[in-house]
């Protein structure tokens, strides 16, 4: 006879938090009051601005460096090549382009000393990465508060403040918002599938699925799982590990991007700080952990995750007849998320190994 399965292997984190967000989205969706096609046109939205700030997480948590919140650096480096170009009046395509080119830039240099830092503190990354995106936060208020319109010169006086120095607490994005999200944009019924948007969020998917299985994949994967032997191996470690990070910033830099010029306008000094925090609990409610982590969870988890944060502020409020608790559950959603997979990750590997 065959040997049973231990029942804790149907019963572990990949498949106990997607269940409970896909139970919760269902119950919190019929008691919002919802229509189906506004929260699929809502879920299909954020699946193309979140996408590739929740891909970022991936390559990080495989090389067993746990979940990098420290994505807020490569959201800030965009936002400081977005604020740039503004500055000086380059708009249409040449904008664009040189927004790439800068955000991309700055990306890998915030990375490449990322990477550096976090090889002095393996085993501490994720709070490291959190304390690092306070610090970066501080720097980048700092210059966008009181360096544009001093050192800085700004030609643009439409972003700056009254009193001649510092930048406003919104900024429009006019000139840059639906460029690329209107391509191959079709309905069905009420339905608006972006296609294109869509494709490119697969693409970046597919795009890391790849590099998981090449040669450099293989480097990653073994630095997470042993990385006492890879000097055996002949792989450099640190190396491997700042490429992961200069990689990961890159991801967040183009994955804002792609979020602001969906919106059409940020907020200057607030849009980037719950980008850790959003993008990290989808990625765990697709079943994820700080220890692994799949393509499929994450486009899986952006799905859950935000179906449930649609619709349990509108069943929030129809419970308890209050907005502001509505509001609440947004945030309970968030960083509930986190609290219940890694609850169930410690959980897992505490229990003793089942053996034939």
Known sequence: MKAKAPLNCYFNHERIVPA????????AWQISGLT???????????????????????????????LNFSITVGAMAIQTSLLLVIAYNIEGVPGILLVMVIGIFLSVLLGYVLGRILNRVKGKEMITTIIIG??????????FLVGFGTVIPVFNQEIILTRGIGVRNT?????????????WLFSIGEIQIPLFMILIVLLF???????????????VQAVGSAAETCAVLGIDTDRVRIKVMILSTVLAALGQFIYLQNIGMFDVYTAHLNTGIISCAALLAGGASIKSAKVRQALLGIFLFHTLFIVSPQAGQH??????????????????????????NVGNENRPIQRK
């Open 171 to 183: 900024v429009d994005l006019g000139m840059y918002r639906n460029t690329i999200d209107k391509l």
């Open 20 to 27: 409970v967000f896909l139970v919760l989205s269902f119950l």
């Open 319 to 344: 419970l308890f007849r209050n907005a502001a608790l509505g509001e609440y559950f947004r945030s309970f959603v968030a960083y509930g998320t986190i609290a219940l997979a890694l609850i169930v």
């Open 36 to 66: 189906g096609s506004f929260v699929l046109n809502q879920v299909i939205t954020r699946f193309i601005r979140d996408g590739l700030l929740v891909l970022a997480l991936i390559i990080p948590v495989v090389a067993g460096m746990g």
């Open 134 to 143: 306070f610090f970066v936060n501080s720097i980048y208020q700092l210059i």
């Open 205 to 219: 998917a597919g795009g890391i699925y790849y590099i998981l299985h090449t040669r450099f994949g293989r480097q």
